[in-house]
């Protein structure tokens, strides 16, 4: 009996059947496919653990039909990707790339170790609409401006076409005695459930590719025509909804692009692309700034007199700073691993000037609770919010919680949506409720307003002063 050579395919952030260009290439090969994942402990990122398990789970499951199973590793991926290919004799290995710095450099060692070996590495394109090195100024450097890198990337046209499923896969059987020690697809899953947190999260979503197509279609069937307008209202459904089954690839930018051109007269389209453009953005400053989540893109802010203040963290992670529109926030975000872009804004905003804590502080807690972080966007918003990034918002522009509550939120449903004590408030008196008094329960601003203004203010001018003197 001919016994072939398999090829593997590991799959990172990118659980999918559909658009996916490292499976299409190793199925081309016409050998039996390995499809496998490398569970490689990211500290810290707890929701995110959650939705890997429930990723993992969900295509397992896509491949049972199929024929075939993803087989779950654990290790560092250093050790474990070449000890699966001696112990299956596999003839080459494909994967779609990834862009942080860490991942990347652990791509480039692996793809070395592996050449050297005589197993060729293959790497694809398709987590954004265009590869991070590509969109470039004239003379060859990364922009520092959304607008301008926007116009450059839609001049460069979006062409890449989203592959179709593969209909059959032939998948290796490999002999799990010789591989390397394998983990059960479901047991990060229980392991998540076990800590007792993430029954909002499994009310909240539904990892996977199929969901995230619900997800498309439902947001272009209601909501495209009137993102534009809608889109900063968090009480109305008005967004996709997408971010975190793009963040784990059960669905491309490519895929996304694709169905909304093809409804060329919704209103909303120009704006929802351009929001897609800011991912991409994002990571295009961080593969031009690895550093982005430690160092202040403006070295200016190096000298600012962040405050160290316990407390004041934890009531801002808890939802309890006595702002309710931030509280809502923090309680969404806490709840279903989420929050809306506004309010990731004001709440984001308000840790930073408001309480003058580091903008790293607030990073490492998205970090832990977002479902769909992701260090590039996550890394340039927050620089963006405090005023240290690249074309970011200024410093001493500081976003006011009570007029963008009564902006944004204007009836407070999104408010009495996640801090049930002040449901009994009018919509006049729910943004405030300190001047009605008070209510039962519910904290009393931690800061006043104009004097954590004035503060925020006088420590911008001492660092101008700083850096002029
Ligand atoms: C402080 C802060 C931290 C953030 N951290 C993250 C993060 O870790 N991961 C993340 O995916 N987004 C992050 N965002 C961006 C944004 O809030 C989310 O992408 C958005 O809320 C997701 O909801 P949606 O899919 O309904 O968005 P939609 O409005 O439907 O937008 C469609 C897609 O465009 C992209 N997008 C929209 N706004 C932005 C933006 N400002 N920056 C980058 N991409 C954007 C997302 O992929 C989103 O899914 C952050 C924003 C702020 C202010």
Not at 24 to 36: D, F, H, K, M, Q
Not at 334 to 348: D, F, S
Not at 361 to 383: C, I, K
Request: hydrophobic fraction near 45%; include cysteine.
């Amino acid at each position: 009996m001919i016994v072939t050579a398999p090829v593997v395919v590991w799959f990172r952030h990118d659980f999918r059947l559909a658009d996916n260009a490292a499976l299409t290439a190793a199925l081309e090969t016409g050998a039996p496919v390995l499809c496998i994942h490398i569970l490689d402990d990211a500290a810290g990122q707890v929701a995110a653990r959650w939705w890997l398990g429930r990723a993992l789970e969900s295509f397992d499951a896509a491949l049972r039909p199929l024929g075939g199973r993803l087989h779950v590793f654990h290790g560092p991926a250093i050790r474990v990707l070449p000890a699966v290919v001696a112990a299956t004799g596999a003839r080459a290995v494909f994967w779609n790339r990834r862009y942080d710095p860490e991942g990347r450099e652990t791509d480039t060692r692996l793809k070395a170790m592996l050449k050297e070996r005589g197993t060729p590495a293959h790497s694809f394109a398709g987590a954004l609409l265009h590869e991070p090195w590509t969109v470039r100024t004239r003379m060859g450097q990364p922009y520092h401006v959304f607008g301008a890198y926007w116009r450059a990337a839609c001049q460069m046209g979006h062409e890449r076409p989203p592959l179709p499923a593969p209909e059959r896969i032939a998948f290796a059987t490999p002999d799990p005695a010789g591989l390397p020690p394998t983990v059960e697809v479901g047991a990060i899953g229980r392991e998540m459930r076990a800590t007792g947190w993430t029954a909002g999260l499994e009310e909240a979503w539904m990892p996977g590719e199929a969901a995230a197509q619900e997800a498309l279609e439902q947001f272009l069937d209601g909501l495209l025509e009137d993102y534009a307008r809608d889109r900063d209202f968090p009480a109305r459904p008005a967004t996709s909804g997408l971010s975190p089954f793009l963040c784990w690839g059960h669905i491309t930018p490519a895929q996304i692009r694709q169905a909304v051109v093809a409804r060329p007269h919704a209103a909303g389209l120009a704006k929802f692309m351009a929001e897609l453009g800011w991912r991409d953005f994002a990571w295009s400053v961080l593969f031009a700034c690895p550093d982005l989540l430690s160092r202040n893109l403006r070295p200016e802010f190096d000298a600012m007199a962040w405050r160290r203040d316990r407390e004041g963290l934890r009531a801002w992670q808890r939802g309890r700073t006595g702002y309710p529109l931030v509280d809502a926030g923090m309680r969404q975000l806490w709840r279903t691993g989420w929050m809306h872009n506004r309010v990731r804004m004001v709440a984001a905003s308000f840790l930073v000037k408001h309480l003058l804590i580091d903008w790293r502080e607030g990073e490492r807690w998205f970090a832990h609770t977002l479902v769909d972080y992701d260090p590039a966007s996550n890394g340039m918003n927050w620089q963006w919010v405090a005023g240290t990034g690249v074309e970011a918002a200024p410093f001493f522009r500081m976003m006011n919680p009570l007029i963008q509550s009564r902006k944004f939120d204007p009836s407070g449903a999104y408010i009495r949506a996640w801090v049930p004590e002040l449901a009994g408030l009018s919509d006049a008196q729910i943004h405030a409720p300190w001047l009605a008094g008070g209510v039962a329960g519910y904290p009393a601003p931690i800061v006043v307003h104009e004097a954590a203004r004035e503060r925020a203010l006088a420590a911008w001018r001492a660092l101008r002063g700083q850096a002029e003197g």
